[in-house]
DNA sequence: TTATATGATTAAATCGATTTCATGAAAAGC
DNA sequence: GCTTTTCATGAAATCGATTTAATCATATAA
């Protein structure tokens, strides 16, 4: 049906290894030689055929990303910075949203044996550990942002949650609060782990107890974070200020508030992570944390990319990049 | 280094040729054979080369997404629905970003001669008509969403933009308002002009004059919106209401309107298009129209994906969605 | 001028599955 | 019991590129 590299071979004069020489472009191709197979190719408007490249060069330049929402903003702006590095480097991407299920997970890593892709970047994954190590350890090349997970094999690429919820609870302190509840996401994430872990740093350099009860969490969606305010404002210790894991829990927060009253940042300071579009526009506009996302994605694609085709190891393969607080008027006591 | 069919034809005692039919459920292959294969399979953890498997049997399994931006929860939501449907029926998709680039767009395309993807979707297109005809008389699987092309080969799935700008410009007169102002996006797209066209549609019927000076465009972007509503406000015909063609525009019509001072809706109501997730958030909450993005997707890789597997045309090819238009704080007359 | 090194090109093997065609075995028909 | 179908399996060709090893051509050295 379609052309193929031995007419192009036929009308340019010469051998298909010669072609191939080309269209790879080789360095032991005779300029004039070079010219006629162009030549050649355009005129016959030749497409090589994808898939018999992948099958004798033995990589399909093909990425795999899979995130548990496409439909988040966060996630999509990491599929930004991943998209276009690839594309910056011929390659092509191919996306899984997961909807938070593990064997949907499962069932896309399986492009690695197949070899359907030469990589896949993992965002927050869901799946075991354990099963992600053993893809690792059978060679297959594997990243992962959000979180860091001990493999030598397995780059990861994720902020520095301690160091920025420190700020974020640093700068409530400062505007006079003392009782200040968090929210945390899924109970055993690294997030919410390590999030909780800054607030607790700050509040200890500035000596204010620690009190199980203004800590609570949620889901990283929106009802999660409606719920766990509730849960906390009936609870006994009184609260002047709330550290929201994430924006869309803040979103939940907001909701409650609405409801019950309470007035965002007079009666309740509030602060989320994620710095979600949305969050400039809402009402006071909310104070929160700008994750470099894009960079996050592109830093991500662009190691796994090195490392396919040097094949080599960097040794430090963990990065962690620095976020930016951004102060608004949900968080700031009013003069 | 891996495994290959041939290893497990050996293992389990039978040829190449029927460990590939038990792979691909064919019919004709007795129980106790298939039993014995899939155990070798599995004892061996086999997975099967994709290239090796797409080269043969001349399909890809894959489909080309090609959106402006992802980060856009309408182009979002549109790929959910695709990459679901592509789920349920075995077929993977390559996501582009085209960053409203055309020449993006256009390498994108190459897939298809290249036989990287069966098939492409392509959301409201930039490029050129005559390219993608070029690549349909070719024998190429294309389909569009967001705009109807008049091509025999090409489906396409829309709202119907008229019905649903007819009906909420029927809202706003209801509302009491006549001096309502339109604010399209892209000048030659279809969806500005098909959302004026309603828009004229509702005014004729109710006797009201149309006025070409309460017409103006933006870009379908924040920006856009905000420069267009100065620009009418500046202009000497006074208005009360404005119709933004979309939710992002939207966006930037309550940034003028915050500046200027000019309540919504009291001094002029507004009403945007694809509920975007922000708009309820938003102070007041927008009114807007709910396209059902997720079910285009979907709509459209099914479609496609029928004609690859049967290779039979449908003689309906064009799909035309109902939306609904959801009323909120920003059109309504307060009491 | 001949020998040697270097550069450009080609012939043929290869990647790993699917699929056509041929063949053997079992079932059905007479 | 013998022929004819039908069903299950295998041998070998095939998809369309890349790449190794061999060959030819040209430049350089002696």
């Known amino acids: 049906m379609d052309m193929k590299i031995v007419d192009v071979a036929k009308r340019a004069g010469v051998s298909p290894a010669t072609v191939s020489r080309v269209l790879n472009d080789s360095s032991l191709v005779k300029e004039r030689t070079k010219a006629k197979v162009l030549a050649a190719i355009k005129e016959m408007d030749y497409h090589p055929n994808s898939a018999a490249k992948h099958l004798r060069s033995q990589r399909t330049m093909m990425l795999g990303v899979i995130v548990p929402d496409i439909n988040v903003s966060y996630f999509a702006e990491i599929i930004k910075g991943i998209e276009n590095m690839a594309y910056a480097r011929k390659y092509k991407v191919i996306i899984c949203d997961s909807d938070n299920k593990a064997e949907k997970e499962q069932e896309y890593l399986a492009l690695l044996p197949n070899r359907a892709v030469d990589a896949m970047i993992l965002v927050t994954p869901l799946i075991d550990n354990a099963i992600l190590y053993e893809y690792a350890d059978k060679g297959h090349t594997i990243g992962i942002i959000g979180k860091t997970v001990t493999h030598e094999r397995i780059p990861s690429c994720k902020t520095d949650n301690v160091k920025f919820s420190y700020q974020v609870v640093d700068h409530l302190i400062e505007q006079g609060h003392e009782q200040i509840a968090y929210i945390g996401g899924y109970p055993d994430s690294v997030e919410t782990y390590e999030r909780l872990e800054g607030y607790m740093k700050a509040l200890k350099e500035h000596h204010i107890p620690f009190r199980p009860g203004l800590i609570d969490n949620g889901d990283f969606e929106e009802e999660g974070g409606y719920a766990a305010l509730l849960r906390l404002l009936d609870a006994k210790t009184p609260i002047t200020a709330v550290y929201v894991a994430n924006d869309e829990m803040a979103l939940g927060v907001y909701k409650a508030c609405r409801e019950k009253g309470i007035r965002i940042p007079e009666d309740l300071a509030v602060v989320g992570v994620d710095n ?60």
């Open 276 to 335: 979600n579009r949305i969050t400039k526009y809402l009402l006071p506009p909310l104070s929160t944390v700008e994750q470099p996302k894009y960079t996050m994605g592109a830093i991500m694609a662009e190691k796994l990319i090195d490392r396919l085709t040097d094949n080599e190891f960097e040794d430090k393969h963990h990065f962690v990049i620095d976020s930016e607080v951004i102060i608004r008027e949900s968080s700031v006591r009013k003069a």
